[in-house]
């Protein structure tokens, strides 16, 4: 297999739309868009990463389809016993099967940093400071930018923006003539994600990374995807001159 080219901080890669696919992590795609200096090139790894996001999330409904199919078979295949002994030791297996199969759990910190919950995940030390300076300046712009309106308070990239009322916000606060604020309702999220990514879409030439469908499905949503999509939309409204960043030297 061709090895898939690394991005090194600063510096421009050119990749073909296959070796893009070739790649199953996340944080790279997300480092090759952040270096990414043409157009075209943007395209490719945003629907990369698309793609990566849409392969993950089907292959994590097939295998909880596949442990609810395996509990069911062992549900029918063993009759619970006078003593109870197949009962107690059928229940055993459904209680130590989700901790093999499981995702690695996220927890929020106070400062609204999703980490995983294990050690093993934690990212390389040297990515990690200039990530989080990243993180925690986006944030920071995001609060500021929707400081003035009602029913809005981002602490996070995940349950800040479950009911999409923070979307159309940010969205808003550039665009307020696309539509009416204060007409919006929290309790009707699939609205308001798909008001908010259309708009952004429309106006700003942000791709819609996000899917409505998907987000109402989750108690909370992915503070990863939601990073990801509020960086493509800073880096849009940055190309149509609505935000202006320093020159660097």
């Known amino acids: 297999m061709e090895p898939t080219p690394q991005p090194e901080h600063g510096a421009t890669v050119k990749v073909t739309s296959e070796q893009l696919a070739a790649i199953d992590d996340e944080d790279v795609l ?45 549900g029918l295949s063993k009759e619970p016993t006078p003593g109870g002994g197949v009962r107690g030791s059928a229940r055993a297996t459904v209680n ?36 989080k300076n990243v993180k925690q ?38 665009f307020p003539e696309a539509f009416e604020y204060s007409t919006l309702n929290p309790n009707k999220a699939m609205d308001n994600f798909q008001l908010a990514f259309s708009t952004a879409e429309r106006l700003a030439g942000c791709p819609p990374l996000l899917d409505p469908e998907d987000l109402v499905r ?22 149509k001159g609505l935000v202006k960043t320093k020159k660097r030297a």
């Open 96 to 131: 130590q099967q989700p901790a093999t199969n499981s995702r690695p759990a996220y927890s929020m910190t106070a400062g609204g940093q999703a980490s995983p919950a294990q050690a093993t995940q934690k990212c390389p030390p040297s990515a990690v400071p200039n990530a």
């Open 30 to 74: 997300n480092k090759m868009l952040d270096n990414a200096g043409e157009f075209e090139e943007r395209r490719l790894i945003r629907a990369a990463l698309r793609d990566l996001l849409k392969k993950k999330r089907d292959k994590r409904e097939q295998e909880r389809g596949s442990r609810q199919q395996d509990l069911r078979q062992r």
């Open 137 to 174: 300046m986006l944030l920071d712009w995001c609060k500021a930018k929707t400081e003035p309106y009602e029913g809005v308070d981002i602490h996070n990239f995940s349950s800040s923006w479950k009911d999409g009322i923070a979307f159309c916000a940010l969205v808003h606060r550039f």
């Open 218 to 239: 989750m108690k909370e949503p992915d503070w990863k995807c939601v990073y990801t999509y509020i960086q493509e939309f800073y880096r849009c409204l940055v190309e």
